[in-house]
């Protein structure tokens, strides 16, 4: 590709039972692949944004800074859960991101913000949102409800600052019929194409290397109290890894391959990507140095494990894969 992938989702073992990989480590990563960009975006909270920072810094990586937060509708009907990124200068943008993590608290036992709270907070391009497959978008592309899915998103545009939203396409090589699939991707691709929405490549990454995906799944039986056995969604091979830009590419080229009708729709996809991580999230960053505390919603958790055996999650050739039709 000649040029680093920039992750923008990505949970860190501070996010409680869901993410594994300390901050630390995986900044030791992206400096390993070349990359030189790398935001944090933690579930329910900045958990571990300070140590996030201080170790981009230590590596010249530029950081990023958001949260993973549910959302819900005027009625307090859920809408799924949204990724939200910081920009603008001044400490804008982080402290936008504070404000919507608080209100989230605020809301009870379960974290979520109010959509029109949240398009308070994201006024003057200080914040984005990102629907992915978990947004209330994400879910009715999945289901292939066309009709639904261009609801909701237009429900979005109306309600959020103008170019506040994006949309996630994210692709973890799964099974058609599967959350994370090749044909659920390019059916997101498309909606943006036909709304004119934007649109980047994410790989929700919840852990570092390709061999902690059990960790992960160990922790999501843990957060759902569900034996391992039991679990109605697990991961379907284990692809969410902080994976280069040569996979990532790899990924897009799928996608695009498997439906999207823009002949430079992978060039548009990825260069998107990085125009969005240089929207100066590097300035929020150095403010969150300046301040020396992380803003979250309450105690610090993290879920991690140690010696367990690779299952799955190793990369998977494209050439290797069925392209699942739209």
Request: with cysteine.
């Amino acid at each position: 590709m000649g040029q680093s992938f920039p992750h923008l989702h990505v949970a860190s073992a501070y996010s409680p039972h869901y993410g594994v990989t300390m901050p630390e480590a995986l900044v030791d990563q992206t400096a390993a692949t070349g990359a030189d960009f790398l935001a944090l975006t933690d579930r329910d909270g900045l958990y571990g944004a300070v140590k996030h920072v201080r170790a981009c810094a230590a590596e010249g990586i530029r950081p990023g800074l958001g949260a993973d937060l549910a959302v819900h509708d005027d009625e307090h009907r859920p809408l799924g859960r949204v990724t939200l990124l910081a920009h603008g200068g001044g400490g804008r943008g982080y402290a936008a991101l504070c404000r919507a993590v608080s209100s989230a608290h605020e809301s009870g036992r379960v974290p979520s913000i109010d959509r029109r709270r949240l398009a308070t907070w994201a006024e003057g391009r200080t914040l984005t949102v990102l629907l992915g497959p978990l947004s209330d978008v994400g879910l009715a592309v999945e289901r292939r409800d066309n009709t639904e899915s261009v609801a909701g998103l237009r429900a979005w545009l109306r309600v959020m600052p103008i170019g506040s939203v994006t949309l996630e396409v994210v692709c973890h090589l799964a099974p058609t019929g599967q959350r994370g699939s090749v044909a659920a991707a390019t059916r997101m691709l498309g909606l943006a194409e036909d709304t004119g929405t934007p649109a980047i490549l994410s790989n929700a990454v919840r852990y570092g290397e390709p061999t902690d995906a059990t960790t992960a799944d160990l922790a999501d039986a843990t957060r759902l109290l569900t034996p391992l056995a039991q679990l109605e969604e697990p991961q379907a091979n284990g692809q969410a890894w902080l994976k280069d830009a040569q996979h990532m590419r790899q990924v897009a080229r799928m996608v695009v391959d498997a439906g999207a009708r823009n002949p430079g729709a992978l060039d548009q996809l990825l260069q998107a990507t990085r125009d969005l991580a240089d929207r100066g999230p590097a300035a929020e960053a150095r403010r969150v140095m300046r301040g020396g505390r992380s803003c979250d919603g309450g105690a610090q958790q993290r879920c991690s494990g140690n010696g367990l055996s690779p299952v799955r999650g190793s990369p998977v050739p494209a050439s290797t894969l069925e392209r699942p039709r739209n």
